[in-house]
């Protein structure tokens, strides 16, 4: 067999190898009514937003970190170069003048964290913060309101993702402080038919993850009460799915 034809035949093969491949990695898709690939006609999906403020002042460091960094510290010291006193003495007279500045640092703990205000942004700077709004959202047993994330029933938008800007349009009124981070979405959750709750069918729902960029303080709209709360105390209003929120949120 010529290495031409042997070339051509193995790249059919690999074509014959790649296209089914191809065709289960297109799981989710729009069609024409609005509905999604691999789903019931009846189950619905949900786009939702977690939605964060990153960290503004740099965390304390552990005490076991800052023990092995003044060790390493100590032991790089006995093996560094010696300068010459004449050559160390010349960078103390630089920049001296008749100025002075005062700097002081910022607070860590601020009057929103003595007053456990939990609908500020000005709280826990050296935390994740996540935004959590109280309401009636899609699925809520005769419409009770409870904690949940921003989000939104897909209908006909052309992409998921838009579908969660959407969301989290309708409660900033803009996204112009906002970023999205990626156009996937990072996690998912099935949310199965409950025998005592028949009117609520099974659906899906896919979470999205933004920034808050640019600003401090952000008009929160559209639901009855809202909180920025930690890792820890976003856990507490989830109790049943601990296991789920604690392998999606990494902080």
Same mark, same amino acid.
């Given at each position: 067999m010529s290495g031409v034809c042997k070339?051509? =035949?193995d790249r059919s093969e690999m074509q014959r190898s790649v296209i089914p491949l191809l065709r289960r990695s297109r799981w989710f898709s729009s069609? @024409? /009514?609005?509905g999604v690939v691999g789903s019931t006609s009846s189950e619905k999906i949900v786009a939702s937003v977690l939605f964060e403020r990153l960290p503004v002042v740099i965390p304390k460091i552990e005490p076991i970190v800052y023990a092995f960094q003044e060790f390493s510290f100590r032991w790089t010291q006995q093996y560094r170069r010696k300068y010459p006193d004449e050559f160390l003495s010349r960078g103390e007279t630089r920049g001296k003048g008749d100025y #002075? %500045?005062?700097?002081? $640092? @910022? $607070?860590? %703990? /601020?009057?929103a964290d003595k007053n456990n205000d939990k609908r500020s942004l000005q709280r826990a700077l050296d935390r994740r913060l996540y935004l959590l709004l109280y309401g009636s959202p899609y699925g809520a047993p005769d419409e009770t309101p409870v904690w949940h994330f921003p989000e939104k029933v897909y209908e006909n938008e052309e992409t998921l993702r838009l579908c969660a800007e959407a969301a989290l349009k309708s409660v900033l009124g803009g996204l112009s402080h906002t970023y999205f981070v990626g156009n996937a979405p990072m996690a998912?959750? @099935?949310?199965? =038919? #409950?025998?005592?709750e &028949? #009117? %609520?069918p099974s659906f899906k729902r896919f979470f999205f993850k933004s920034q808050v960029i640019g600003t401090s303080k952000l008009h929160i709209g559209n639901c009855k009460d809202f909180v920025w709360v930690t890792k820890d105390e976003l856990i507490e209003h989830? &109790?049943?799915?601990y296991s789920f929120f604690n392998k999606m949120i990494i902080s």
């Open positions: 070339e051509e =035949l069609s @024409a /009514t609005g #002075k %500045i005062d700097y002081v $640092p @910022a $607070p860590r %703990i /601020t009057e998912h959750m @099935a949310v199965e =038919l #409950k025998d005592d &028949p #009117k %609520i989830f &109790p049943e799915h």
